[in-house]
């Protein structure tokens, strides 16, 4: 069955960045395109970008354009987003998910369990 | 960006209600639009996709109508398991854009 795991939480510092993964199974993982989601304060969510596993093209949410940098390694068909600069705005939880398409509608079929990250010095 | 306006923010129903859940959207999303149903702690599970289309194994008492720019979800007969988050997301343009969401509880 279609699974995306992603790893497990992190507590940085203002200023650093943090890099989490979203490791794929149960489907070919250069078929499907992969999105990040910010979740903040337990509800709001953001659309951050995507990334094309075949072809490593990219799309960012100019929002986060100078904060995410989405990268993929298809020999582990994981997918990664490292996150830079952090402030206390960037603590959230952090999902990836795969899109799908029925005719030209877009939607997300499946999520990872997501990844909180706590930004505290 | 196109904004997602959702309503209510929260509602309480009792067990056999019928509830419906709205997005708005500022301009025509074509019905390029999807539920998701999130439990406390989880991640989003998707309930309907493409404004009416029923994700498999979602239970049929949940149904999705709308066009243009106004959605709904609705729950046929509120059950305890449908306590929970919901919210829309829209599939049509760039950013990609989420509703608020509302909390659904048992009264």
């Known amino acids: 069955q279609v699974k995306l795991l992603q790893s497990g939480a992190a507590l940085v510092k203002p200023g650093d960045s943090v890099k989490m993964s979203c490791k794929a199974s149960?489907?070919?993982?250069?078929?499907?395109?992969i999105h990040w989601v910010k979740q903040s304060h337990g509800k709001s969510l953001e659309w951050i970008g995507y990334i094309n596993p075949y072809s490593g093209g990219t799309n960012y949410n100019e929002k986060f354009k100078s904060k995410a940098t989405l990268t993929v390694d298809k020999s582990s068909s994981t997918a990664y987003m490292e996150f830079s600069r952090l402030t206390s705005e960037d603590s959230a939880i952090y999902y990836c998910a795969r899109e799908r398409w029925y005719l030209l509608l877009r939607y997300f079929d499946y999520w990872g369990q997501g990844v909180m990250v706590t930004v505290s010095s | 960006d196109i904004q997602m306006t959702q309503s209510p923010a929260s509602l309480s129903a009792s067990l056999g209600e019928t509830i419906s859940i709205e997005c708005r959207a500022s301009?025509?999303?074509?019905?390029?639009l999807a539920w998701y149903q999130q439990k406390s702690g989880k991640s989003p599970q998707l309930l309907i996709y493409?404004?009416?289309r029923l994700q498999d194994g979602v239970p049929s008492r949940f149904s999705g109508s709308g066009s243009g720019t106004q959605y709904s979800l609705k729950i046929s007969g509120m059950q305890p398991e449908d306590e929970g988050d919901y919210f829309c997301l829209q599939g049509s343009k760039f950013p990609l854009t989420f509703g608020s969401g509302t909390k659904l509880e048992i009264k």
């Open positions: 301009e025509d999303i074509y019905s390029n």
């Open positions: 493409a404004a009416n």
């Open positions: 149960g489907y070919t993982f250069t078929d499907y395109i």
